[in-house]
T-cell receptor, first 112, second 113 residues
Framework: GNSVTQMQGQVTLSEEEFLFINCTYS??????LFWYVQYPGEGPQLLLK?????NKGSSRGFEATYDKGTTSFHLQKASVQESDSAVYYC???????????FGSGTQLTVMP | GGIITQTPKFLIGQEGQKLTLKCQQN?????MYWYRQDSGKGLRLIYY???????QKGDLSEGYDASREKKSSFSLTVTSAQKNEMAVFLC????????????FGPGTRLLVL
């Protein structure tokens, strides 16, 4: 079945440092891949979305590239801010299903 | 745009009690979802509904019932609250399938004494 793996449970950075959050996926189909972000006390919200038609997505300075060869969908940002502190989820969606498959999440803490 | 409203925001229950959580959306979306989020963990799907009066079980449906009385609302019932249970229940909606963005409510925080 479909699955998503996020190995980094926690990432701590200082402001203006480079962010890289690792995500790999497994599927037999042609998935849509998402990154969702969840701030304290709120529900997750969409950060960016990439389909098979366009292999790269970006939003608010974040970027993710859909690599079918390595089945990876890593999240990057060149320079983080304290306001980026949140939990980031890598998520897989499939046209043949109504369900989204969530990774376990990565807690990002950015120190001022 | 639209909004998802979840009530109540906080719910404190007793062991063995039946507890009901409610969700309303004004996106006019067909599909609605209930997830459970435990501290430090990801989201696990409890139930979803692809249209009014439809119900589909997720991986975590045991111990829960759900009801989709109309397109805009989706209720979740904890059939028998477990002592010391603590979790956040998140409601979401989307226009259709797994290729569509899901929009989440702020959550209901449950504590069972």
């Amino acid at each position: 079945g479909n699955s998503v793996t996020q190995m980094q449970g926690q990432v701590t950075l200082s402001e203006e440092e480079f962010l890289f959050i690792n995500c790999t996926y497994s599927t037999t189909g042609y998935p849509t891949l998402f990154w969702y972000v969840q701030y304290p006390g709120e529900g997750p919200q969409l950060l960016l979305k990439v389909t098979t038609a366009n292999n790269k997505g970006s939003s608010r300075g974040f970027e993710a590239t859909y690599d079918k060869g390595t089945t990876s969908f890593h999240l990057q940002k060149a320079s983080v801010q304290e306001s980026d502190s949140a939990v980031y989820y890598c998520v897989l969606g499939d046209a043949g299903s109504w369900q989204l498959i969530f990774g376990s999440g990565t807690q990002l803490t950015v120190m001022p | 745009g639209g909004i998802i409203t979840q009530t109540p925001k906080f719910l404190i229950g007793q062991e063995g009690q039946k507890l009901t959580l409610k969700c309303q959306q004004n996106f006019n979306h067909d599909t609605m979802y209930w997830y459970r989020q435990d501290s430090g963990k990801g989201l696990r799907l409890i139930y979803y509904s692809i249209t009014e009066n439809d119900l589909q079980k997720g991986d975590l449906s045991e111990g829960y019932d759900a009801s989709r009385e109309k397109k805009s609302s989706f209720s979740l019932t904890v059939t028998s609250a477990q002592k010391n249970e603590m979790a956040v229940f998140l409601c979401a909606s989307s226009p259709g399938t797994g290729q569509d963005t899901q929009y989440f409510g702020p959550g209901t925080r449950l504590l069972v004494l």
